[in-house]
């Protein structure tokens, strides 16, 4: 049970069921998602995936700081959302990537990140579509 790091065809089934249901799986795919640099993840208990996300390094400049990473297409299993999956998932990837990164979070995921120690930088936008998001940043610091 716990982190892996997992194939591009692994995550795109739960992308497709969480971020884009309803929708050509061909909206799963990201640019990006095939770079040498990407790295896709996932929470796996009792052999399922639960929680899926993609690490790209997208370096962007941030409250004074170049982070390197941006955190990508995270979802959770409906039926495992509520159990503390994604944020074990997150204090896991935290761990893994040892340094800063960032993320287009939803609106109705901020409070999630928030919890998880993420901070909102700058004002909400709209990517079509799929609706409004916040930059947030999660800040890698000695002690975390």
Known sequence: MGLREVRLEDVIPL???VLRPGR????????????ATTRHFAWVEDGRIRSIATVMRQARELSGERVPFQLRGMATAPDAAGRGIG???????????GASWWCNARAVAVRFYERNGLVV????????EIGTHYVMLY???AGS
């Open 15 to 17: 992308r497709h069921a």
């Open 24 to 35: 050509p799986v061909e909206t799963c795919y990201f640019d990006g998602d095939d770079a």
């Open 121 to 128: 930088v700058g004002e909400p936008f709209d990517i079509p």
């Open 87 to 97: 944020s074990a998932f997150l204090q896991a990837l935290n761990a893994e990537l």
């Open 139 to 141: 800040e890698k610091t």
